[in-house]
């Protein structure tokens, strides 16, 4: 194998199974679907084959390639951008609520003739994007978030008393990928993510906090009804130090694959990657004894001297990945269909005529939208059949045609995708929709009738 690394699954007793690519039929049917997946993806040399979201997303009218930018760059359309903007959200939540983690915010460009910058450099050289300042100033664009932080922290006032200290930034990065190694929106060269990095006093402490950070983020996932599986690199040296705390994360709801590397080529000592089922990357967590001392970030102990932090880096997954995976999910189902809480339109009202029936349409948007939720009114001079048709096209969750029989009415025959059509009030849709939003950041959308809204991509 590749630098003789070594490949093991843990059984639920915390049991070591050797894995090889001659050995890895015998995990199928006895281990997890996704570990199955995952293990195929890490130590077997098939390869995984991926839906392709960029074509999806761009039917849906999420997004699309900029011409007039660099390759493996993006513009996002309303819908997209709506959903972009939620995901961000529900992101910088996560890290302020549920982490009680600082926010900070560091620029963009840094400076070449900065040492710090340049340590930095080292890990990202091949893909690094340059950018020509005034008088000849080298500047480079941001590749990860760690260049602020860290300069941050550097001159901060930190004692043995603030420890474990978490802080956060949502924050764009740039990473000049080989042209020949872009692949739509999975990945590009421009991508957003919401990073967490905790200082702790020592070894002990840091192994206590990436425990603590691996159980929040499994709640997290599962509050989305995402299942993960997760992938352990460590290296050989601290391989029989971190065993304990490896296994103590095992439970019946993911499987571990642990990746022994015979020496330590980058600044972790341990990290692990929680993957889907699919397996999509989504959530990484890296524990780092390296850098503290490397950019000269310490606290003050209870003696005052000063010592040097276990930082661990923790990435809640790009906006991009997050993205692909609410759209796999979707594509898993027989009929597919957005969380409810991401759908662009949550509720489209279709009038059967413009004439007789659009007023009152309008009266039952309005009550709508003051309830927060999204919706729109499908007014266009074109069939019952055709309009109907297209609200099921854009994956829309409810809809509601209002003919003579449903005027005046308080209950209605609303059509529940993926599922039989059932009447109810807009009083019982209201408190349905919130109920299963609970929780979610909320955004409105623009525009009530579709025949004043633009086709920003042209469909086919």
Not at 101 to 111: D, E
Request: proline share 4%.
């Amino acid at each position: 194998m590749e630098n003789n690394k070594r490949f093991y699954v843990f059984d639920s007793q915390g049991n070591e199974l050797l894995v090889t690519p001659q050995n890895i039929d015998l995990l199928k049917g006895g281990f997890d679907l996704g570990l199955e997946k995952l293990v195929t993806m890490v130590v077997s040399p098939e390869k995984i084959t991926y839906a392709n979201h960029t074509e999806i997303m761009q039917k849906l009218e999420w997004l699309d390639y900029e011409p007039s930018s660099d390759k493996g760059h993006f513009r996002f359309y309303p819908k997209g951008a709506l959903i972009y903007n939620l995901l961000t959200e529900w992101c910088r939540s996560i890290a302020s609520d549920c982490f009680n983690a600082f926010p900070v915010k560091t620029p963009f460009l840094y400076r070449l003739d900065n040492d710090a910058v340049k340590k930095q450099i080292g890990i990202f050289a091949d893909s690094v994007y340059f950018a020509s300042g005034k008088l000849s100033e080298k500047l480079v664009v941001r590749f990860n978030d760690d260049l602020g932080i860290f300069e941050i922290m550097k001159n901060s006032q930190i004692t043995h008393k603030h420890l474990p200290l978490r802080t956060y930034e949502h924050t764009p990065s740039f990473r000049y990928n080989k042209s020949g190694n872009l692949s739509g929106i999975r990945r590009g060269r421009y991508f957003s993510f919401t990073d967490i990095h905790s200082f702790c006093k020592d070894q002990g402490q840091g192994l206590e906090e990436y425990q603590e950070i691996h159980r929040k983020l499994i709640k997290i996932a599962k509050e989305v009804d995402i299942k993960t599986t997760s992938h352990f690199k460590v290296t050989e040296k601290y391989y029989s130090a971190f065993k304990d705390t490896i296994k103590s994360l095992i439970s019946p709801q993911e499987g571990i694959l642990i990746e022994i590397n015979p020496s330590q080529r980058q600044y972790w000592a341990m990290k692990h990657i929680m993957c889907t089922e699919h397996p999509q990357k989504l959530f990484h967590v890296q524990l780092d004894f390296e850098n503290s001392k490397r950019f000269k970030i310490f606290y003050k102990d209870q003696d005052d001297n000063e010592k040097n932090c276990v930082i661990i880096h923790t990435s809640l997954g790009s906006i991009e990945k997050w993205m692909i995976i609410i759209l796999e999910d979707a594509l898993k189902k027989e009929i597919p269909i957005l969380p409810l809480w991401i759908s662009p339109i949550q509720v489209r009202i279709i009038p059967v005529s413009e004439e007789k029936h659009l007023n009152f349409c309008l009266e039952i948007a309005e009550k709508l939208k003051k309830q927060k939720i999204r919706v729109d009114i499908d007014d266009r001079k074109e069939s019952l059949g055709k309009r109907i048709r297209y609200s099921e096209r854009e994956w829309v969750p409810y809809v509601i045609v209002c003919g003579d029989k449903e005027l005046g009415s308080s209950c209605f025959p609303i059509r529940v995708r993926g599922e039989e059509q059932k009447e109810m009030s807009l009083y019982v849709l209201a408190e349905l929709i919130k109920e299963k939003t609970k929780g979610m950041p909320f955004r409105s959308s623009q525009g009530l009738l579709l025949s004043k809204k633009p086709v920003f991509r042209g469909r086919d």
